[in-house]
Structure formats: structure tokens, C-alpha cells
Nanobody, 115 residues
Framework: VQLVESGGGLVQPGGSLRLSCTAS????????MGWARQVPGKGREWVSN???????YYADSVKGRVTISRDNAKNTVYLQMNSLKPEDTAVYYC??????????WGKGTLVTVSS
């Protein structure tokens, strides 16, 4: 299993970013995909999930500002983040695993929200 994130970077408060995660090594369409984030020196926070049936979950901290989507033909999951705040600054990880587990993690992509 390989998960490769991209799309992170520096953005001003109020700005937007779209993160992508391209997956390989498993039947993508059958797996739930998720995004988690971690501020260096702090614990991980679960951000969002999208299940194989397309249903979604969002943490309260990002609800209304973030949209998760998936393209099964491209084996890719996206995280569209709008109205970004400094507290959204973190390393964002793509996560998946069999039966909804968190067995596999990407290497992460850094999002920095700062003026």
C-alpha cells in the first residue's frame, strides 16, 4: 500500500488549498479514506473520512470549511479546505486500512496558514 499526499503549502488566513492523496496497492474503491493532521509536538487530530459508499464525516473543527471527495477512477482522494485559519497549520496525512482501520498512513504534506 502506498499513499502519496500533495498540495500543501503556505497560504494566508482566509485562503484555500486542495490536498490530494493518490493511492496504490489495494482496491481503492472498496476502502474508506481519511485525512488526519498533526501539529508538531502535539497529538493527531482526525479531520475527515469518506467511505466507499461516498458518505462522509467531518470533525467539528473543520465542518463547513472542508470538503472531502474521491475519484475512484484516479485512485485519489481530495481535501478541499476553505476559509483557512492559523490553527489549521499542521502536517496532513492520508490514511486508510481494511475494514475502516487506520493501518496505512502517507508521509504527510505540510499546510501552513500565516500572513
Amino acid at each position: 500500500v502506498q499513499l502519496v499526499e500533495s498540495g500543501g503549502g503556505l497560504v494566508q488566513p482566509g485562503g484555500s488549498l486542495r490536498l490530494s492523496c493518490t493511492a496504490s496497492g489495494f482496491t481503492f474503491s472498496n476502502y474508506a479514506m481519511g485525512w488526519a493532521r498533526q501539529v508538531p509536538g502535539k497529538g493527531r487530530e482526525w479531520v475527515s473520512n469518506i467511505y466507499s459508499d461516498g458518505s462522509t464525516y467531518y470533525a467539528d473543527s473543520v465542518k463547513g470549511r472542508v470538503t472531502i471527495s474521491r475519484d475512484n477512477a484516479k485512485n485519489t482522494v481530495y481535501l478541499q479546505m476553505n476559509s483557512l485559519k492559523p490553527e489549521d497549520t499542521a502536517v496532513y496525512y492520508c490514511v486508510t486500512g481494511p475494514s475502516g482501520s487506520q493501518a496505512y498512513w502517507g508521509k504527510g504534506t505540510l499546510v501552513t496558514v500565516s500572513s
